[in-house]
């Protein structure tokens, strides 16, 4: 959404996310490593571009990336368990993500969530000087700073998101609704995040908002696979997403919510529980395999099973194909099958070799073509 905003100013602009490095439209054929950081903005340049829009690992930031490619707009969207088995604890990973903060500009604009309280640490280690941006959804409660741009409504559909926007006079006039291609309250969030972070960057307001609202969704990122039942493929494989994700099925659908899902291997053992814990609003479960790596299957979704202690209607099976198979054929009608985790990735991780498997081909094979791809994907 960012980079789209930004392309109003001047193309191409480079984006560099988990999913890739991306030169406009263009997909960058470079490794995913510094090296190809380094080829993308060397031909972002020779192509006359002057922007970048950076997804940053918190890793990275620990590792003192911006402090060698210091950002011009940092934005932090939120805080919720992850990477312990990096970070080792909750402050050490806000720690990290202030490192963005800290390293900004004088001249630089920091866009901060305004409802979500870890903001307020962030802001008392941004330089002083720096412009702050808050936005906010009124959904997520009682904002800790008052918000220069809100969401003051949110509504989702199977076609996409509405958003009924307001903002404070200093930000200057903003679109009163924009409607998104994306799906989930989560994309409303992020929309206010990216229409901040362009006005602040010198987008004219709508220009930026049209960008946004024309932004296809990420692939993976709540995309219809098919309906009757519907059939989500969704990247979540944090606690808080998967809380996001089913809410957003949930929200759409009175029919039985499945999700089949599992926990990758080798690493952040301590949120499988919290995994599990958030799987709980689902009607049933299916435990099956994501990448284990070296770590043995069963052992990782018995890490998963104890935060689903009560629940009545868990299913087992360490075969990814095996466990989708087995949550379409037990869903029909209006229910929803959420395949969680693993997004886009076409290639399973076992014992360090890499295996083909894409969920949405193996939804394909097993339905034949026979669903509805919804009009609104590509």
Same mark, same amino acid.
């Given at each position: 959404?960012v980079?789209?905003?930004l392309?109003?100013?001047q193309?191409?602009?480079?984006?560099?996310t988990?999913?890739?490095a991306?030169?406009?439209?263009e997909?960058?054929?470079v490794?995913?490593?510094?090296?190809g950081?380094?080829?993308t903005?060397r031909?972002?340049?020779?192509?006359?571009?002057?922007?970048?829009?950076l997804?940053?690992?918190?890793?990275?930031?620990?590792?003192?990336?911006?402090? @060698?490619?210091?950002?011009?707009?940092?934005?932090f969207t939120?805080?919720?368990? #992850?990477?312990?088995?990096?970070?080792?604890?909750? #402050?050490?990973?806000?720690?990290?993500?202030?490192?963005?903060?800290?390293?900004?500009?004088?001249?630089?604009i920091?866009?901060?969530?305004?409802c979500?309280? @870890?903001? #307020?640490?962030?802001?008392?280690?941004?330089?002083?000087g720096?412009?702050i941006?808050y936005?906010?959804?009124?959904?997520r409660?009682?904002?800790?700073?008052?918000?220069?741009?809100?969401a003051?409504?949110?509504?989702v559909s199977?076609?996409?998101?509405?958003?009924?926007?307001?903002?404070?006079?200093g930000?200057?006039?903003?679109?009163?609704e924009?409607?998104l291609?994306?799906?989930?309250?989560?994309?409303?969030?992020?929309a206010?995040?990216?229409?901040?972070a362009?006005?602040?960057?010198g987008?004219?307001a709508?220009?930026?908002a049209?960008?946004?609202?024309?932004?296809?969704?990420?692939?993976?990122?709540?995309?219809?696979l098919?309906?009757?039942p519907?059939?989500?493929?969704?990247?979540?494989?944090t606690?808080?997403?998967?809380?996001?994700?089913?809410?957003t099925?949930?929200r759409l659908?009175?029919?039985?919510i499945?999700i089949?899902?599992g926990a990758g291997?080798d690493?952040?053992?301590?949120?499988?529980?919290?995994?599990?814990?958030?799987?709980?609003?689902?009607?049933?479960?299916?435990?099956?395999?994501?990448?284990?790596?070296?770590?043995d299957?069963?052992?990782?979704?018995?890490?998963i099973?104890?935060?689903?202690?009560?629940?009545?209607?868990?299913?087992?099976?360490?075969?990814?194909?095996?466990?989708i198979?087995?949550?379409?054929?037990?869903?029909?009608?209006?229910?929803v099958v959420?395949?969680a985790?693993?997004g886009?990735?076409?290639?399973q991780?076992v014992?360090?070799?890499?295996?083909?498997?894409c969920? @949405?081909?193996?939804?394909? #094979?097993i339905?034949?073509g026979?669903?509805m791809?919804?009009?609104?994907?590509?």
């Open positions: 959404m980079a789209n905003a392309g109003c100013l193309q191409p602009v480079a984006r560099i988990s999913i890739g991306y030169l406009g439209s997909r960058m054929d490794p995913r490593s510094y090296a950081l380094i080829e903005m031909a972002v340049l020779q192509r006359g571009g002057r922007y970048a829009a997804e940053l690992a918190s890793w990275s930031l620990a590792q003192g990336f911006v402090q @060698a490619w210091p950002c011009q707009v940092g934005v939120n805080l919720t368990p #992850e990477h312990m088995d990096i970070h080792g604890s909750m #402050e050490n990973y806000l720690a990290a993500k202030t490192q963005l903060f800290i390293n900004l500009p004088e001249t630089g920091a866009v901060l969530n305004g979500d309280p @870890a903001s #307020e640490a962030i802001a008392a280690v941004t330089p002083a720096t412009r941006i936005y906010g959804a009124a959904s409660g009682q904002p800790w700073h008052a918000l220069d741009i809100i003051d409504e949110v509504a199977w076609t996409g998101t509405r958003l009924r926007l307001s903002a404070a006079a930000l200057g006039p903003v679109p009163l924009l409607t291609r994306a799906i989930g309250e989560i994309y409303a969030e992020n206010l995040a990216a229409l901040a362009a006005i602040g960057a987008v004219p709508q220009l930026a049209d960008a946004i609202a024309a932004t296809a969704p990420p692939p993976g990122r709540f995309e219809i098919g309906q009757a519907w059939i989500v493929l969704d990247y979540a494989h606690p808080d997403a998967i809380c996001r994700t089913l809410a099925a949930r659908s009175h029919g039985c499945s089949v899902f291997g690493r952040d053992r301590p949120k499988r529980k919290l995994m599990g814990q958030a799987a709980m609003a689902a009607d049933r479960v299916f435990l099956t395999s994501d990448n284990p790596r070296n770590e299957p069963l052992a990782i979704i018995e890490d099973r104890l935060g689903l202690q009560g629940h009545r209607e868990v299913s087992v099976n360490p075969d990814r194909r095996q466990a198979i087995a949550a379409l054929e037990a869903a029909s009608g209006d229910d959420v395949l985790g693993r886009p990735e076409t290639h991780c014992r360090d070799a890499w295996h083909p498997m969920d @949405a081909d193996i939804v394909r #094979e339905i034949g026979a669903a791809v919804h009009e609104g994907w590509t």
